[in-house]
């Protein structure tokens, strides 16, 4: 739905096909920008129309030949037994009951990208939706209308239900939506939104409301900007171990190609030239270090290889999960087909899969700052790289509290699809909780983040004795006026989170400019 790039084409294209393995992460950038807030969607066009009005003449085809259609002549979920005739009382009883949301909303930009693509999904042709209506829900992103969405209450089997009902509601201007002013988000009320953009309150037919509401559209938005998060998160704490190993004058065997060639990995491989393209090309072994350093240096690119290999299938699954459409029932070739495309357990798998990866690479990065606070394993420099042992308690604060953040990382990534729970009578029986996977995921990178940071710090206070004087440039320059060395013990929390800050910039652009570490 954007385009002039073959990865943005394939947004538009292929409709129903199986993606490619392997192309998952560049196209999860695509659409995380396709969703971008200056972003527009562009109107449908010849072949989308198409494909719309081919699939509400299918429905009107089996409705004329008195054939039942879930939520259209039947009521919903275990309702089904029973008859329906209003297609908007349906419409309007399907969001309104449904509107039992509860907790803290989801971030602007992933109501933003929720709403593209739940409009990426209905604009296939499986959904019976008009044109014309979808039109008008484009209209109101294009806008720059964001449906404040809370984010609790839903168990992702018939889809995200109760927050895709929260969307559709702040579109009929009940809710309260995201508005900027200044430059900043604020929550507004929905109503005061929508008039503020020239906008009337839409109302939702029982086809456009199933087809909004039956996806798995928000937990995907999370998961998708999770991924990406995630992604940063490896080549952030890649980029500390190489200068850890520099810093240290490890044995850079440990990370040379050969390693990787003899097992076969592509996540070590790729992490492996992370680490050696950051480090000198002239890099030796310091005599007075051991030959094989601890795990958490030496096995980095085993430990955050493996970590990458997880983040990129999930990236797959992700996209294919993007480009398809997840809701019930569908019209297939002149077929209406009841069934269970709403269904997140993809999704589900998929967050949980990222959340015990972020929690190894973020283990990694608390495991390398125990390292360099160690007198054992730091090269005799003092203990929490205090400059006045005894009289200074150094980084002891920023360990300590990275500690903590471990442990909590560890009890947010337990798996949702553990917890599931039979409800909605007898007919959900069997539901993947994939958003709530996803928040706890969310809240998981956001510790892993600050662990980032801690580590970060120590490596400003090791550079700062190992290597004195104005010689650091770039990143590592930055770093050092985030950090200054420790002349005396001062409050450290503002400069973990300033150091978070730049690793994430700084990881960001590497993956950019050097996405296979190459010097």
Known sequence: MIAHSSTSAALDGDHGAPMPAGDGTAYLAAITGAADWDATLPPCDDADVARMESSAATIDKHLAAGEPIYGLTQGFGPLVLYAAESEMEQGTSLISHLGTGQGQPLAPEVSRLVLWLRLASMRKGFSAVSPEFWQRIADLWNAGFTPCIPRDGTVSASGDLQPLAHAALACTGHGEAWVRERGDWVVRPAAEALAAIGAEPVRWPVREALAFVNGTGVGLALSILNHRSALQLVRAVAALSARLA?????????YDDGVGFARGQAGQITVARWITGAMPADARRDPSRPLQEPYSLR?????????????????DLLAREARG???NPITVQGRVLHAGNFHAMPVGFASDQLGLAVHMAAYLAERQLGLIVNPVTNGDLPPMLTPRAGRGCGLAGVQISATSFISRIRQLVYPASLTTLPTNGWNQDHVPMA?????????????????VGSLALGVAQLTAMTQPGPDVDGVWAELARVSPPLAEDRPMGPEVRAARDLMRRHAAQLLVDRPEGAR
Request: with cysteine; charged share 10%; net charge negative.
């Open 325 to 327: 459409c997840t809701d």
């Open 246 to 254: 520099t810093l240290l004058g490890a044995n850079p065997e440990h």
């Open 435 to 451: 958003l709530n996977g996803a928040n706890g995921v969310s809240e998981a990178l956001d510790l892993a983040w600050l662990t």
């Open 299 to 315: 096995c980095a690119p085993q430990v955050l290889g493996a970590v990458l290999d997880q983040v990129s299938g999930a990236a």
